[in-house]
């Protein structure tokens, strides 16, 4: 196994993000969040992801996850404080994915141990320096039960891990829909992320039509060498940002945690669907 710090930092996401992940897409989840009033899957999602931030309106939130068309995130915020207060949907999203992960790793509750054990030193004190995302997240409490410590783990790690892909891509001179078209033209269907995130059909084109006059699509619509090679920068860039946390780590130290993370990713992608908007593999094992 390669286990550079940022190969590593690859490999993990691959294995934390599904942890993370049930706390938008399993039943229990979004359960929470609507028997609180939070009715549809966006006003939870918003709302429970933006909580750490405070009570803000969409700009913050529009730079912050980088990919959502500004008028989605503008239908849902600031509306939704009306509805659940941030610290409420931080006890919303705690309770939903602890929930979801109760079922989705039950007979694993040693693992899940061991796993927050491992995570949990991984995640504690990261560097929240330009990351708002991380830094929020990291300024809450590690709740006191297993199941609860690993997911807010894995909600640091992986937002860690987002602030720097953002960065990256900010780099690269992409804008928020920029980069799902160029995504969309190499591997993931324009289905998987237009609408999920909200850009109309006029944006979507506009952003074709400023990715073509980069060279980074050709007149058909597919990526270049140019746009595939912008990505596979980004991408690298977005590792080597992310490999802080497993620098201490040796090779069998990572081994063995791949091996502890693997049958609990694998549990919890079933929560999801393949391909998704993410962008995340399937986990195998």
């Not at 609180?36 to 992801?49: D, E, H, N, P």
């Not at 850009?199 to 270049?224: C, F, I, N, S, V």
């Not at 693997?262 to 079933?270: E, M, S």
Request: glycine share 8%.
């Amino acid at each position: 196994m390669n286990t550079s710090a940022a190969t590593t930092a690859r490999t993990m996401w691959a294995l934390y993000e599904p942890i993370h992940a049930v706390a938008y897409f399993a039943p229990e989840a979004r359960a929470a969040y609507e028997d609180a009033g939070l009715r549809g899957f966006w006003r939870g999602y918003f709302a429970g992801r933006a909580a750490p931030l405070g009570p803000v309106g969409p700009e913050p939130v529009v730079a912050a996850f980088f990919s959502f068309a500004p008028a989605m995130v503008a239908r849902a915020l600031p509306d939704i404080w009306s509805l659940a207060a941030p610290e409420r949907a931080l006890e919303l999203r705690r309770a939903g994915a602890a929930a979801a992960l109760a079922r989705l790793l039950a007979g694993h509750e040693r693992e899940v141990e061991r796993a927050a054990e491992a995570l949990v030193p991984r995640a504690a004190g990261l560097d929240g320096s330009g990351r708002p995302l991380a830094a929020a997240n990291g300024a809450l409490d590690f709740p006191d039960k297993p199941v609860e410590r690993l997911w807010h783990a894995t909600t640091l790690l992986r937002e860690h891990r987002g602030d720097g892909h953002v960065a990256a891509l900010v780099a690269a001179g992409l804008d928020g829909c920029e980069a799902l078209v160029l995504r969309s033209a190499m591997d993931l269907l324009r289905t998987e992320l237009q609408p999920h995130r909200g850009w109309t059909d006029q944006e979507w084109e506009a952003a074709t039509r400023r990715l073509t006059d980069r060279g980074l699509l050709a007149p058909d619509g597919a990526a270049t060498e140019a746009g595939h090679e912008l990505l596979r920068t980004a991408e690298t860039a977005t590792d080597r940002a992310a490999e802080r946390p497993w620098r201490p780590l040796g090779p069998e130290e990572v081994t063995a945690l791949v091996r502890l993370l693997t049958p609990l990713a694998t549990a919890c992608a079933t929560a999801l669907r393949f391909p998704n908007p993410i962008g995340l593999p399937k986990p195998t094992g």
